[in-house]
Nanobody, 115 residues
Framework: QVQLVESGGGLVQPGGSLRLSCAAS????????MGWYRQAPGKERELVAD???????NYADSVKGRFTISRDNAKKMVYLQMSSLNSEDTAVYYC?????????WGQGTQVTVSL
């Protein structure tokens, strides 16, 4: 059974930073592609970044150079370090695990960028 629990969201001023964390349970974490997605009000869920089991990374153009995804297979954790945040980054951020063509999702954590 895979469970994903996000933490670290909150309110931050423009230009600020946040680090999101995702704790995973289950035995497939080290084999899976882990990702962060986000969904803003009225918009579709979109990929922010993902990281393979070999730690190859992929980023949405809108966050390149500002966000960094990382993983710790021993702790079954994945992180998203976000910097230079702006209002366009306001969204619910979801942790995702992909394995054997199956997607697992966390409950999401709200990130709000505002004065």
């Amino acid at each position: 059974q895979v469970q994903l629990v996000e933490s670290g969201g909150g309110l931050v001023q423009p230009g600020g930073s946040l680090r999101l964390s995702c704790a995973a349970s289950g035995s497939i974490f080290s084999l899976a592609v882990m990702g962060w997605y986000r969904q803003a009000p009225g918009k579709e869920r979109e990929l922010v970044a993902d990281i393979t089991r070999g730690s190859s990374t992929n980023y949405a153009d809108s966050v390149k150079g500002r966000f960094t995804i990382s993983r710790d297979n021993a702790k079954k954790m994945v992180y998203l370090q976000m910097s230079s945040l702006n209002s366009e980054d306001t969204a619910v951020y979801y942790c995702n695990l992909k394995f054997a063509r199956v997607d697992y999702w966390g409950q999401g954590t709200q990130v709000t960028v505002s004065l």
